[in-house]
């Protein structure tokens, strides 16, 4: 029997736990949360807006130990080009994504990119993913970062267990772990076990480690929702699962986060161009920042100066910090803890005489829905067909009025 779907926003407020006892990989991630019951479409919707030709995505089923787990498999029709991480990045940042999968997915390949480059002392834009393994690692990182995105829940996770053996490469015979897997688990609690196999893959653990704000062998949670991710291989001496548990906060661990779920950072400075202001937002952004900017300020001696500020969720609170201290001039910053209340969100793809246009609906116990198509969508529609910006903002609002259960 399948559980009902979640719908957007079920996660927030509560804990999702990646319960990884026999490692992760990229489609087991996203096999476990199609599990949990994050709908295909959510994954469908977001490979779509990247421009890859021949590529198609399969759901299935396994077995286990006698547990039934979702499988999830890219398949790659026709031959694809070696992509570095520049291009893929840039492919990124101006296809169609929702703007915080655009910023998980980038954070994560970045992390990705890092590791690769650290392994082969190369430039990072120059880091080469080949063919059909690179179409893998985009369509995972961008399919777990649009789940992840949809639940909206924290991200905890448990020690990762390293085998060890070899395994062969392009380049040949590689240890085990992989190289690129520990680079991307840097400040990640791991543990050696018996087992000559690849436990951790190197896009499992990127999206792991960027994705978790804490790593603990059990959270002080009530489970509430389970989802199980097959591996592609079976393992002698434990089922190769992945386990996702999604359950509601509770218990002494939790106590230090009560009633600041998220974190303010800020940092004056009177000694940066706004050139360096603006990058540094930007790159606030990447760090996993919800918002970011800067407000005009006078400081001591009359000195004009800016206040650069940014709005991150409490686990990601350090890493938003650590970037303010490099991409700014300031020697410290403060911190303040906050709460946050959202309306919930969804956003809804709607067919236009301009095109597809989304559509983000927001609702809640809060007076009538907020609607408001995305501006982006709107903006390359208008260019595209040039008409004024108004024009396609009015066709997208008229078509929503035809879709079903719209408010």
Known sequence: ????????????????????????????????????????????????????????????????????????????????????????????????????????????????????????????????????????????????????????????????????????????????PPPATVECLRGVPTYGVDLDAELVTPTGAAIVATAAGRFERWPSFAPERVGWGAGSRELPDRPNLLRVVLGTRGGASDEPQVGASHVVLEANVDDMTGEMAAHAIEALFTAGALDAWAVPITMKKGRPALTIAALAPAPQADAVGATLLRETTSIGLRKIPVTRTERPRRTVAVETAYGRVRVKISEGPFGPPQIKPEFEDCAAAAKTHGVALREVIQAALAALENVPGKT
Do not use: N, W
């Open 1 to 176: 029997m399948r559980t009902p779907l979640l719908e957007q926003g079920s996660g927030v407020g509560k804990i999702l736990f990646f319960d990884a006892f026999s490692g992760v990989a990229g489609d087991m991630t996203i096999a476990a949360l199609l599990d949990l019951g994050v709908p295909l479409l959510v994954i469908e919707h977001a490979v779509a807006a990247l421009p890859l030709e021949g590529v198609f995505l399969e759901r299935g089923h396994v077995h286990r130990s006698g547990i039934v787990a979702t499988s999830f498999e890219v398949h790659v029709e026709t031959p694809q080009p070696e992509r570095t991480y520049a291009s893929i990045d840039a492919m990124l940042t101006s296809c169609p994504l929702e703007p915080e999968v655009r910023t998980l997915a980038r954070r994560i390949f970045r992390r990705l990119g890092e590791a690769e480059s650290a392994v082969h002392r190369m430039p990072l834009d120059e880091v080469h993913f080949h063919e059909v393994g690179a179409v893998d690692a985009i369509v995972d990182i961008v399919g777990a970062a649009a789940a992840l995105v949809y639940l909206g829940a924290e991200v905890r996770g448990a020690p990762l267990p390293m085998g060890r053996g070899f395994v062969k490469a392009r380049h040949g015979i590689l240890p085990l």
